[in-house]
T-cell receptor
Framework: GQSLEQPSEVTAVEGAIVQINCTYQ??????LSWYQQHDGGAPTFLSY????GLEETGRFSSFLSRSDSYGYLLLQELQMKDSASYFC???????????FGKGTKLSVIP | EAQVTQNPRYLITVTGKKLTVTCSQN?????MSWYRQDPGLGLRQIYY???????DKGDVPEGYKVSRKEKRNFPLILESPSPNQTSLYFC??????????????FGEGSRLTVL
């Protein structure tokens, strides 16, 4: 079967660093995606890891460990506009879909 | 501008009155999909389509129908809506299977209320 876990809420201070963890169990795992969604908005793609290691895109980085079925999204130099929900989404072979977690609501406080 | 367009954005309807939510993409994407989002449940896939005339069920297909007669369009049909289908619906597309690329392009969402 499939399972997916990420924290439901995280609060961090503006300018700080926050890490959002994701553990998954996905048949025929291909890779792990991360999406951002602001309240009332559409999810937008942030990153995709198919290989182990860290991928950096500006202030955001994403990490994957295939052997541990674990990944994380790292947000640096937090800004108020980073307050949003963040979803990890593993993709599995043959399923033609991404499975989205329930999301982590990040609140950035002054 | 590359986009996924859904209509209507907001709709209030009554139980049993058939409705269609349209979705169109202008990126020549092969893959299209419908999700519903409910508080505390995240995004759940309803149906997806790998290409024209190829559709398949996602995780929560009950009460919904889809068709893919043209590459750019993927309408979601609620033949007899019920209150438990009150939700925020998203259409999404990608060039090929998002399991391989990780990237989906989402529409702005359609908020449906069934009374």
């Amino acid at each position: 079967g499939q399972s997916l876990e990420q924290p439901s809420e995280v609060t961090a201070v503006e300018g700080a660093i926050v890490q959002i963890n994701c553990t998954y169990q996905t048949s025929g795992f291909y890779g792990l995606s991360w999406y951002q969604q602001h309240d009332g908005g559409a999810p937008t793609f942030l990153s995709y890891n198919a290989l182990d290691g860290l991928e950096e895109t500006g202030r955001f980085s994403s990490f994957l460990s295939r052997s541990d079925s674990y990944g994380y999204l790292l947000l640096q130099e937090l800004q108020m506009k980073d307050s949003a929900s963040y979803f990890c989404a593993p993709g599995g072979a043959g399923s033609y879909q991404l499975t989205f977690g329930k999301g982590t609501k990040l609140s950035v406080i002054p | 501008e590359a986009q996924v367009t859904q209509n209507p954005r907001y709709l209030i309807t009554v139980t049993g009155k058939k409705l269609t939510v349209t979705c169109s993409q202008n990126m020549n994407h092969e893959y299209m999909s419908w999700y519903r989002q409910d508080p505390g449940l995240g995004l759940r896939q309803i149906y997806y389509s790998m290409n024209v005339e190829v559709t398949d069920k996602g995780d929560v297909p009950e009460g919904y129908k889809v068709s893919r007669k043209e590459k750019r369009n993927f309408p979601l049909i609620l033949e007899s809506p019920s209150p438990n289908q009150t939700s925020l619906y998203f259409c999404a597309s990608s060039f090929r299977s998002p399991a391989n690329t990780g990237e989906l392009f989402f529409g702005e969402g359609s908020r449906l209320t069934v009374l």
